[in-house]
């Protein structure tokens, strides 16, 4: 059974940095055939991509509200990613999710609990 763990979400001041980390086990393929996601959803709002990181690291994609201030990673022996989360503003408040996704199976498409991120003075 695949089940995705995040991590590290909290309560933060404004400006401050959160490092959120995404455990991966029970994935029969290997890994670093994963695209990695990390989503989230404000309060009474939709489900949005925040970063993505290809197989062998070699791209990323953010979204244009958080470029420049979210880095994401990936740790293909230790099957993680990370989503390094530095100025962080109020708006930047919501429950995060990563998500893996393979990039040629249909159907092997995970996603975590979340982890909830709160920036508030």
């Known amino acids: 059974q695949v089940q995705l763990v995040e991590s590290g979400g909290g309560l933060m001041q404004p400006g401050g940095s959160l490092r959120l980390s995404c455990a991966a086990s029970g994935i029969s393929a290997s890994f670093a055939n994963y695209i990695m996601r990390w989503f989230r959803q404000a309060p009474g709002r939709e489900r949005e991509l925040v970063a993505a990181i290809i197989t062998d690291a070699a791209s990323t994609d953010y979204a244009d509200s958080v470029k420049g201030r979210f880095i994401i990673t990936r740790d293909n022996a230790r099957k993680s990613s990370y989503l390094q989360m530095n100025s962080l503003k109020v708006e930047d408040t919501g429950v995060y999710y990563c998500?893996?996704?393979?990039?040629?199976?249909?159907?092997?498409?995970?996603w975590g609990k979340g982890t909830l991120v709160t920036v508030s003075a």
């Open positions: 998500n893996a996704v393979h990039t040629t199976i249909r159907g092997l498409d995970f």
